[in-house]
């Protein structure tokens, strides 16, 4: 039955290219030659029979889908301009075009330069373009960000969890430390920055400390002066 279709289909192909194309007598040989070559090879190399089997889409980076969606909270306007060009630009990332996504919050700053929640999404798409992973250009858009709002919670936030997600665990905890002690009580994003910053702390172990420059005890078990 597939044949069939597949003949009828050539058939068509062949009267449009005959008639409807008004194709010259000189090459109408030729062109059928192209459609029976073709044919042929389908023959050779096609499986109709076989059933579709969809192909899975590119994974996204790993966390990068939880912090432009579940993170965002409180953080930055649902509606308006920047709402609109985030929402394009999450799509792409969602598909793995991370490069696209960072080029939608750039066209979008075209227009709205001083908009801190575009500066804090650029960050988030540079960073996921480089695997997840603090570059210099998605830090640059983070202290964009910063300087068009010192009080904005989002351009810490994702700034301190591009560098968790980098690796640069003290670096994250620096950033979150000082978010954490500048945001109210009942901040929407509170709860989970705790959390976050807890795990964070958990990660890095118990900090040796500092060493006194001069101190002859340091590195003697027990802090004692030796004999």
């Known amino acids: 039955m597939i044949w069939l279709w597949v003949l009828f289909a050539a058939a068509l192909t062949i009267g449009g290219i005959f008639w409807l194309g008004r194709l010259p007598a000189a090459a109408r040989p030729l062109a059928g030659a192209a459609v029976m070559l073709g044919l042929a090879g389908y023959a050779l190399q096609g499986s109709p029979s076989l059933p579709g089997k969809p192909v899975a889409a590119p994974e996204e980076p790993e966390g990068f889908g939880e912090a432009i969606t579940d993170q965002r909270q409180g953080m930055s306007e649902r509606f308006g301009p920047a709402a609109q060009w ?11 075009k991370t490069e696209l996504a960072a080029k939608t919050l750039e066209k979008g700053l075209e227009s709205h330069p001083d908009n801190v929640d575009l500066w804090v999404g650029l960050g988030n ?27 904005h919670p ?40 705790e959390m976050r910053l807890a795990q964070l702390r958990q990660a890095l172990g118990p900090q040796l400390p500092p060493e006194v420059p001069g101190d002859e005890s340091a590195g003697v078990p027990g802090g004692g002066v030796p004999n």
């Open 125 to 151: 798409a540079l960073a996921a373009h480089s695997g997840g992973m603090m570059s210099p250009a998605a830090a640059l858009a983070f202290d964009e960000a910063a300087k068009r709002d010192p009080t």
């Open 154 to 193: 989002a351009p810490p936030f994702f700034a301190g969890l591009a560098l968790a997600q980098g690796g640069d665990l003290k670096g994250a905890e620096a950033v979150w430390s000082q978010l954490l002690a500048r945001s109210p009580a009942d901040a929407p994003w509170r709860a989970d920055l």
């Open 86 to 96: 985030l929402g394009m630009s999450d799509g792409f990332a969602r598909t793995g």
